[in-house]
């Protein structure tokens, strides 16, 4: 990213910090976004650190402020191909604490953090992406 907008002289891209999610107080370090886009990384943690990571969505985002998570989910508690139950496998293999999150389970989670499913939409390989929204406050 900052060698990016670097080269290009882009000047409304603001260099990257790097944040540890799966500690609650990265949200205080992000307040006040529009837009959150995460990418590939539920998969990689825990029931747990996800519900810490849409907590921290959920206090980092203005008033009606967007958020897009893209990655592999189950849906409705199936895999839904042969190369997810491979990957999935080998995620729970290597910690049995990781692995696809479930559709259902995700947006129920959103709604628990006050958080609006605007759309979901189906991805290339299989995967989704959820844009949800903030409730407005006022």
Known sequence: IAARSSEKQLKNILPPINLDVTNAAWADICAKQD???LVNLLHLVSDGEAE???AG??????????CIIYGPFMRNGELTSGGDEDF?????EANPDIGYKDDKWIIELFQKHSLKTINVIEM???NLAFVIEKGNTK
């Not at 969505?57 to 967007?66: F, H, Q, V």
């Not at 999935?88 to 729970?92: C, D, E, F, K, Q």
């Open 52 to 54: 810490l990571i849409i």
């Open 124 to 126: 290339p390989a299989n």
């Open 57 to 66: 969505i959920a206090k980092s985002l203005n008033p009606r402020g967007r």
């Open 88 to 92: 999935h496998r080998s995620l729970i």
């Open 35 to 37: 837009f959150i886009l």
